[in-house]
């Protein structure tokens, strides 16, 4: 496990933080969870964030998404500091240069695979580039799913067309909360293996919060936290490194 001391370079990253901090209430309940962090996600990699619960991994990604707002310190996503952003310019900003995949899928269902995977493109007024679509939707298996609605599909299926809308607009980056909580190992490990597929043949970068160190196995890299400071990163990691690496944070 090395120590992440290291300073962002806003060239080559994706997501960079300057000196962020960030605390929720006041007085006597003021809790400050994130302290003065600096931390650098490189362009098309694959990293994941872990540690014990409270350790502020969670707040961090909120942050970075432009999800919460932060005290002090910046934010640059693709070379655009959001933290002084207005809110009409944020929201724009997180539906053209953002993808998010949640642990809850988060599909409409009413709505086809095919309707959920463009739903984000059709609220902005505009209309999908076919031909990414039917890339995006063939490389995670769901040519033969897109007319199917979600209680149709099974997790793992609908975990995937969550992936395909975050992959749809090549976004920036990819955030993804916990994105096989709610799915069993086999359809979690398949997608897991899409996230690092698109990561590796499609260049898209991705911010990973989990607290399942096989999950984290599949990043290029895992950046550790604890009470709400990075406490070092681990480079290629393996399900035994990063068991390791929480047992001494008493994760």
Do not use: W
């Amino acid at each position: 496990m090395t120590t992440a001391t290291h300073h962002p370079s806003t060239h080559t990253s994706a997501v960079a933080a300057l000196n962020l901090s960030k605390t929720y209430g006041r007085g006597d309940t003021k809790v400050t969870a994130l302290k003065g962090i600096d931390v650098a996600f490189e362009a098309g990699k694959f990293t994941a964030i872990m540690g014990p619960s409270g350790s502020g991994k969670s707040t961090l990604m909120h942050c970075l998404a432009g999800l919460d707002s932060v005290n002090g310190g910046t934010i640059r996503i693709g070379g655009t500091d959001i933290t002084v952003l207005r809110d009409k310019e944020l929201t724009k900003l997180r539906r053209e240069r953002i993808g998010f995949v949640f642990q809850a899928f988060n599909l409409v269902p009413t709505l086809t695979a095919e309707q959920n995977i463009t739903l984000p493109v059709s609220l902005a007024g505009g209309k999908p580039d076919r031909e990414r679509f039917a890339y995006v939707t063939n490389a995670l298996g769901l040519t033969d799913r897109l007319k199917h609605r979600p209680h149709e599909l099974s997790g793992g299926q609908q975990q995937r067309v969550a992936v395909a809308r975050a992959l749809l607009t090549s976004p920036d980056v990819i955030f993804a909360d916990e994105p096989t909580g709610n799915l069993d190992s086999h359809a979690g490990a398949e997608v897991l293996g899409m996230l690092r597929r698109s990561s590796r043949e499609m260049g898209q970068s991705i911010i990973m919060v989990t607290h399942d160190p096989v999950a984290a196995a599949y990043a290029d890299r895992v950046v550790l936290m604890s009470d709400g400071e990075l406490v070092g990163e681990l480079l290629d990691p393996t399900v035994q490194t990063v068991l390791a690496a929480l047992s001494k944070l008493g994760a």
